[in-house]
Structure formats: C-alpha cells, structure tokens
C-alpha cells in the first residue's frame, strides 16, 4: 500500500522552530521528487519546498526562503523539512507530495501523484 505519512506539527511560539518529516510505505522515496506543500483556512494550497528526484535540486518559496530547508535521509525513506523561524502567518496544514517527474515544482499540485494526510502547525503566541 502506497503512503506517505506526516508528521512534526504542532503548536510553537513565533520565532521558534519545528521540524517536519514525511515517512513513505509502500515506495522508495529516492525515486521521486518530493515536495512540501501548505494550505491554512481559506486559502488555496500553496508549494513551499521541493527536492527533485535529479540531482537533489532544492527549490524554495520566497516567503519560506532562508528559514525553511528541505532535505531527505534516504535510508530511512524520510523527507524533512526544517523550519525556523516561524511566524504566524506560517500557520497552516503542512502536506508532503511525491511525483515520478526528473525534476520537482513548487508551482502546482499536479505535478505530484501521492500525498499525505497532512499535518496541523501553528505558530502562536
């Protein structure tokens, strides 16, 4: 059975830090792009960090850019994805995506085949 899984959420304070990580079952998680994605109440979904399966290629939003990174351990089939940092415009459900292409995008979800079922981060005071 094909899964991602995520987890590391939770409640922070505004300029802390969490640390998420997306665990698979059912593939390798070396043979795919990988990516992170967000959607908070009312807004549409959003990519913010992506490591392609070509190369490692990392790409980032603007608004993640600097205090955001995404890195994968392959041998535990994991992606993580550091953020510090956080503020509370950051709040949101933080969802994992893997996609077949050579190269990853953070500019749409159709790009990606499987996803995870997110997980809840806020950042509050």
């Known amino acids: 059975q094909v899964q991602l899984v995520e987890s590391g959420g939770g409640l922070v304070q505004p300029g802390g830090s969490l640390r998420l990580s997306c665990v698979a079952s059912?593939?390798?998680?070396?043979?795919?792009?990988i990516a992170w994605f967000r959607q908070a109440p009312g807004k549409e979904r959003e990519g913010l960090s992506c490591?392609?399966?070509?190369?490692?290629?990392?790409y980032y939003e603007d608004s993640v850019k600097g205090r955001f990174t995404i890195s994968r351990d392959n041998g535990k089939n994991t992606v993580f994805l550091q953020m510090n940092s956080l503020k509370p415009e950051d709040t949101a459900v933080y969802y994992c995506?893997?996609?077949?292409?050579?190269?990853?995008?953070?500019?749409?979800?159709?790009?990606?085949?499987?996803w995870g079922q997110g997980t809840q981060v806020t950042v509050s005071a």
């Open positions: 995506a893997a996609g077949r292409g050579l190269f990853c995008s953070i500019s749409g979800s159709h790009f990606y085949d499987y």
């Open positions: 059912g593939f390798t998680l070396e043979s795919y792009s």
């Open positions: 490591i392609s399966r070509m190369y490692e290629r990392t």
